[in-house]
């Protein structure tokens, strides 16, 4: 069935989407595992339905500096998926991919460029599941990081499904490795006519 | 006291309070000023145009019914329109996309709406920070008419 706006979906779609989480989460946790050759165990993912403003707070309020890393998907699926994580789960992050031991505030270009590829590699595993769950054909753009207050990186996405209704998918997934712990957001914005066939493919 | 406004939303304040939105992004944020009443009204919106989405009913949400509903209730408040001037500040490009999509210079749209309308209502903008790759946080003091802005790893500024 057809929605015209988020709030619209029902149990039985949001049942589907929180599966599809699930996969894209354990995919997303297997490639991670290969990038670094090391095991990386993940918890089973949270998937919500929320609000900007509840997301905002859930990631430390507006004014927290966050790390997002944004990359637009076209082909049969058109939209935009966002990957945030607070300060502190991008620099452990970031130290784990480039075996350092930085413990500063700021993050060098070395920094971005291993979180920009990470983005890559995990929203590519998170896509590529999609693709293959659904059949569609999917291409998603080179990734760009952002390094900012959470309402102004969050601003980009609300905008997005602001076009649409006030909910986004969200889905909190946190990755260990050993005793560094990567607490992460995967914010999925399908455009309407997007998530509609998306959901016809499964029957719904 | 500081009044808060929200993603999508506007209020008004009076001296000697101030008012403030926090992490304003690819938003715009616009402050109108009255300094015969000392009111004070700020609106933050998140896209230019309410005529071109289906799902509009959020009016806040929007430059061009936000802002028609932000004067309305300084309407209501006692506020002549002819003594209102403005301030503004946001509409950054967040991500570096090379492409001119939507997604990558809504803020600019932002921006732009905002100037068209206030023009329409024949409000005066008198100074403006917008624009550029990162966020802003605003607050508008009624007792100096100052708009204070601060980002992350930058000096804070006044408008």
Redesign the interface.
Known sequence: MPI??YSDITDEQFDMLREIGNIGCGNATTALSKMLDRKITMKTPKVELVE??KF?ELIG???N?II?I?L?MSGELNG?MMFAMSQASARRLANLVLMQNSSGA?FSHMDYSALKEIGNIIMGAYMSSLASLTGMSIRS?VP?V???????????P???F?????KALLIDSSFDQADSNVDGYFVMIPELDSYNKLMSRFGM | MSVRVGMGDYNICKAPDSIVTLGLGSCVGVVLYDKTTNTAGMLHAMLPDSTRIRNNQNRAKFVDTGLEDLLKLMDRHGVKRENLVAKMAGGAKMFAFADNTEISDIGKRNVLSAKIHLRKYGIPLIAEDTGLNYGRTIEFYTTDSRLEIRAVGKEITSI
């Not at chain 1, 602001?162 to 006030?166: C, L």
């Open positions: 015209e706006n900007v403003s905002v309020g507006p004014e500096p997002g944004l637009t935009m700021e753009s760009q952002a390094y900012d207050m959470a309402g102004a990186i969050l601003s980009v609300a905008i997005e602001g076009r649409m209704g006030d």
